[in-house]
């Protein structure tokens, strides 16, 4: 598993998050360690499960922003296949997601957000989630 995660600033209170993640397994990895859409890349919109293969590409992006010192916000998207290899992964049937999400600060001394996000999928299926820190 490779996973390369860029950020930038924008303007005084937003931050523009970029994640890139590619995988590779044999068939002779147990399901756990294999490629899962939604797992080992952090990809909100499927299920873990839902996608899994010896093979994944996915990249997604996120804007944070801070709308007081306690509450924040994040839209996202992101892009990812699954496949028997890096190339059918790219070239096959690739999923994609949306969502919005609120964080709430735990901690005037830590900088730790408790998040609530939202995705929908083009299967038309939301999925809620509920952490502790940014996805990514």
Not at 16 to 23: E, I, K, P, T, Y
Not at 26 to 49: I, K, Q, W
Not at 52 to 65: C, T, V
Not at 99 to 114: C, E, H, N, Q
């Amino acid at each position: 598993m490779i996973t390369t995660n860029h950020y930038w600033p924008v303007a005084e209170k937003g931050v523009l998050a970029v994640r890139g993640s590619a995988c590779a397994a044999t068939d002779e990895a147990p399901f756990f360690d294999s490629c899962a859409l939604g797992g080992v890349d952090a990809f909100r919109g499927y299920v873990a499960t839902e996608f899994i293969d010896n093979a994944l590409l996915s990249a997604q992006i996120e804007y944070r922003g801070r709308l007081t010192n306690r509450l924040g916000f994040v839209a996202f998207a992101g892009i990812g296949g699954v496949g028997d290899d890096l190339g059918k992964a790219l070239g096959g049937e690739l999923k994609a997601a949306v969502g919005i999400g609120a964080r709430i600060r735990l901690s005037k001394t830590f900088p730790v957000d408790y998040a609530i996000d939202v995705s929908h999928n083009e299967a038309g299926e939301s999925i809620l989630y509920i952490s502790v820190g940014q996805r990514f």
